[in-house]
């Protein structure tokens, strides 16, 4: 995959993106909990690097960290099998994934 983004398709490029790598695949049958039902999900272990600055006694400290992002995909349990396994299929790659948040949704920036 290029690293490069051309101009012309930045336009087509907006909204919310997870990028990195997907490091393993997780699962969760759909259930019951306190009488509510739940979906069954499939739980994505991302990696994302990250530049860690800091300046300490008036010296700059510069690391290069790695945050671990988990992001959690309903679904049902007849396409559970699937859904894992086109996750698997993945683990280690450079992934994009588009998240569309609940409206009026909060992040906390680092």
């Known amino acids: 995959m290029s690293q490069e983004v051309k101009k012309e398709n930045i336009r087509d490029f907006h909204g919310l993106y997870m990028i990195g790598t997907l490091e393993g695949v997780d699962f969760k049958k759909g259930g019951v909990f306190n009488g509510n039902p739940y979906p069954a999900r499939v739980i994505l272990n991302f990696t994302v690097p990250y530049l860690n600055k800091q300046t300490i006694n008036g010296v700059e400290i510069v690391s290069h960290a790695k945050r671990s ?42």
């Not at 859904?83 to 909060?106: C, F, M, R, W």
């Open 69 to 110: 992002q988990l992001i959690q995909i309903a679904t049902s349990d007849d396409l559970l099998p699937i859904e894992v396994s086109k996750y698997n299929a993945l683990i280690n790659q450079h992934v994009t994934l588009s998240l569309v948040p609940d409206q009026g949704a909060t992040f906390k920036l680092a």
